[in-house]
């Protein structure tokens, strides 16, 4: 089988009052028995002004290791990776890209029997060997979420590092969807002792005894706090620690491919975090209803389009419905599974579903409806909402 063949189209998402957010379709070719469409797109803060750094990218490959071949699609949605005062671009998702899928092909090489410890090993090894090896290419507070699924054959590994999410479809409904690794977790919370009785993480490192805080959903260290438990980079929560707080183990998930599993969308938390308790059900059964919507006699532009539309329903309408009270930026890859049918037989299949929320008014709600706020939850602030006064600060 040959590899992937991506290319790419630039396309504006805007609505009748906001900015436009300057997006990009990754189209692929040689899927074998796959359909796949991707889509990234910076995401509109409040009053839908765009947010200037894009740090969510896409990672789609197909390779052959030892004769057997391996297919590869991951998201990764970065943070803090451009300084404020320089405008200089410092990202660990943006190096994951290329990095992570070479050390994953190396590993195949000398282990290809446990996949998912290679996974483990390769997340682990990639954060130590390289991500926190360079503070200068990747400061403290500079990190990445990831998630990614790897095909062999009919067996599919979900790797989830992060607040990213992984959704298996069968149906029209939710099969299975990634547990968000983040600090309202009462099992990530467990993993290091804290609870709401026990705020405090205490650390000893090679910088002395470092203190932790869980403050709400977030873990403040003494210069930054973080949301997600789990990332690759975030030196300033790691410090060459065997246990730190913030791991770059991931969860690891396999399932075998049949009949029924047609499509599993992977995305950054920009698709899926919302301020109305919507589940993945109601986003899945959204895309299900904007394909119903699509008349070509290509299965791929179908696809295409359905993905575009669904973003920008993500990205602007959530907004206007007060779903969201500001926006953020979204990767989002849709693979579909053929099993032996036609790309515009998989997509008839599709357009048959029935979403578990097809007739709810929380995705059937037009926009124009909705009564705007002017509200803006400013809680994802870099700066530490606690006094550490007390604390040691060891410069690096």
């Not at 009270?325 to 579903?353: C, M, P, Q, T, Y």
């Amino acid at each position: 089988m040959s590899a992937f063949k991506e290319s790419t189209e630039k396309f504006l998402i805007s609505s009748e009052n906001s900015s436009s957010s300057k997006s990009v379709v990754y189209k692929y070719k040689n899927t074998n028995d796959l359909i796949v469409c991707a889509v990234t797109a910076p995401g509109l803060l409040y009053l839908y002004k765009p947010i200037i750094h894009m740090e969510d990218f896409v990672s789609v490959s197909s390779f052959n290791v030892n004769g057997k071949v391996y297919e590869l699609f991951a998201v990764f949605d970065g943070h803090r990776g451009k300084d404020a005062r320089t405008g200089i671009k410092k990202g660990v998702a943006k190096e994951c890209v290329s990095y992570l899928p070479k050390i994953i092909k190396k590993n195949l090489k000398i282990n290809n029997t446990d996949i998912k410890g290679l996974l483990t090993k390769s997340f682990e090894e990639a954060n130590k060997e390289h991500f926190l090896k360079d503070l200068i290419k990747f400061p403290e507070n500079v990190g990445s979420t990831a998630i990614l699924m790897l095909k062999i054959d009919k067996k599919i590994y979900i790797a989830n590092l992060g607040d990213s999410r992984a959704v298996i479809c069968k149906k029209g409904k939710t099969y299975f969807e990634t547990k968000d690794c983040d600090w309202t977790k009462s099992s990530e919370q467990k993993r290091i002792g804290i609870n709401k009785n026990k705020l405090t993480y205490d650390l000893k490192t090679v910088y002395g005894n470092k203190k932790f805080i869980l403050n709400g959903k977030f873990l403040n260290g003494e210069k930054w706090n973080i949301g997600t438990s789990r990332s690759f980079g975030d030196y300033h929560f790691k410090l060459d620690s065997n246990n730190p707080p913030v791991t770059a183990k991931p969860c690891i998930d396999s399932f075998t491919i049949d009949e029924d599993m047609k499509l599993i969308i992977i995305a950054s938390d920009g698709i899926w975090k919302n301020d109305k308790g919507l589940l993945s059900d109601h986003y899945i059964s959204k895309f299900i209803e904007i394909a119903k919507k699509q008349t070509s006699q290509n299965g791929e532009v179908c696809l295409e389009i359905t993905c575009k539309e669904f973003v920008r329903w993500c990205m602007i309408d959530q907004l206007k419905l007060g779903y969201k009270n500001h926006g953020d930026n979204i990767s989002l890859i849709a693979i579909g599974v053929l099993n032996g049918k036609s790309k515009k037989e998989w997509f008839r299949d599709i357009k048959n579903w029935k979403g578990k929320y097809g007739n709810s008014d929380l995705i059937s709600m037009d926009p124009h409806d909705a009564v705007q706020n002017d509200y803006y939850d400013f809680s994802d602030s870099e700066d530490c909402k606690i006094d550490f006064i007390k604390l040691k600060i060891v410069k690096q």
